[in-house]
């Protein structure tokens, strides 16, 4: 009974303090990402497993229930010790990133994932996202050190080592992600604008040598020549199906079920989810669910108003920018404003990894937000 009573009193109190809007949005979103699994990945099932299971709607379903437990545990601990269990846990998912060039799976020419013993195959990079917001809102608020260029140089080193990292796999969406993310960091902390675009610069210059030169990277070469010129047809055929999708269902969509995209291009229900859902429901739907993300984005910022901690400022500015910029990417990518970059979309999209990253974002979102946090009330 004292269990019980405890258990109780902790629940009442996580429900009590946390951005009930802020979790209202979230669920939504992820219950949104279940339904659209469901009617999107029951035919796929069939077709790879000839069987008319809905086996790829069921292991989302347990993805999400691991990342409501995550957002739970990352929501209910305190401020101090969110931080401090992030450092470690960022450290551990920097070693797993290491670890991909010697022990990774190769898949479509690129090692990107980890396949540990019995655990499930994971993408180190979306573990270490979350935790490098911390990680870089922890260098740039650190009291210790008050040369801000010191502070500077620190990130620069640790977000080169991380996208050298990810140019050896090779991923250049992630590692224009996370190099965007340090930006918004940096640029939120008070930089000089004119070491931030020189910086940007050289960074810039850094991919435009690689893509042109490394014969590595032919393969990204041939996405961006393809996507200024429509006669390259190699790299265009996800694309221009995704489009020709979007524009079939038109307004209201096809229908649920009605759909053909899900079977024409591969991994459509991660990387082109945004397309199978217009297609069988149409602009409005897609709106809709764009309207969610600018509602989550909103809040958050018009907490962060409230906010007189810096670090914490910092942390809820990367998160929020890490999961606007990825959905942004995905949109961009399936109505053909960016090459194709494999980018999952947020709460959506089919994937343990990707599900696991947004949950602890989600999770740190809702900590940082809590009412005993910000005082405001």
Not at 133 to 140: D, H, S, V
Not at 184 to 204: A, K, P
Not at 340 to 353: A, E, I, K, N, V
Request: glycine fraction near 6%.
């Amino acid at each position: 009974m004292q269990n019980d009573s405890f258990l109780y009193k902790f629940y009442y109190e996580w429900w009590k303090n946390i951005d009930k809007s802020i979790f209202l949005i979230i669920t939504l979103l992820f219950i949104i990402g279940l339904f659209f699994s469901l009617v999107s990945t029951s035919l796929i099932a069939s077709d790879k497993l000839d069987t008319n299971s809905y086996f790829f709607f069921f292991k989302h379903l347990i993805y999400i229930c691991i990342g409501i437990f995550i957002i739970f545990v990352f929501s209910s601990i305190n401020t101090e010790q969110l931080f401090r269990y992030s450092i470690i846990l960022f450290f551990v998912a920097l070693i797993s990133l290491f670890l991909v060039p010697i022990i990774g799976i190769e898949v479509k020419g690129s090692k990107r994932w980890i396949d540990l013993f019995s655990l499930p195959r994971f993408q180190p990079i979306e573990v270490l996202k979350p935790f490098l917001i911390i990680m870089l809102a922890t260098i740039l608020c650190n009291n210790k050190n008050s040369n801000l260029y010191i502070k500077y140089l620190l990130s620069v080193i640790l977000i080169s080592i991380i996208s050298l990292l990810l140019i050896m796999q090779p991923d250049i969406g992630q590692t224009l992600l996370v190099v965007f993310s340090w930006a918004v960091l940096i640029f939120t902390s008070g930089i000089n604008i004119f070491f931030l675009f020189g910086f940007s610069l050289f960074v810039l210059s850094l991919f435009s040598y690689l893509i042109i030169y490394v014969p590595k990277f032919d393969y990204i070469q041939g996405r961006i020549f393809s996507f200024f010129n429509r006669d390259i047809g190699a790299h265009n055929f996800q694309s221009d199906k995704a489009i020709e999708s979007i524009t079939s269902g038109g307004f209201f969509g096809k229908g649920i079920g009605e759909g053909t995209l899900k079977n024409r291009v591969p991994e459509a229900h991660t990387d082109y989810i945004i397309s199978v859902i217009s297609e069988e429901f149409g602009v409005v739907a897609i709106i809709l669910i764009l309207i969610l993300f600018l509602t989550l984005i909103y809040m958050v910022f018009k907490r962060i108003n409230y906010e007189k901690n810096e670090k914490i400022k910092l942390v809820l500015i990367g998160c929020v920018s890490l999961i606007l910029m990825q959905a942004t990417i995905h949109v961009g990518v399936n109505i053909r404003l960016f090459p194709t970059t494999g980018m999952t979309l947020p709460f959506l999209s089919y994937g343990g990894s990707s599900i696991v990253s947004v949950s602890i974002l989600s999770g740190i979102i809702l900590n940082l937000t809590k009412r005993k946090i910000n005082h405001q009330r």
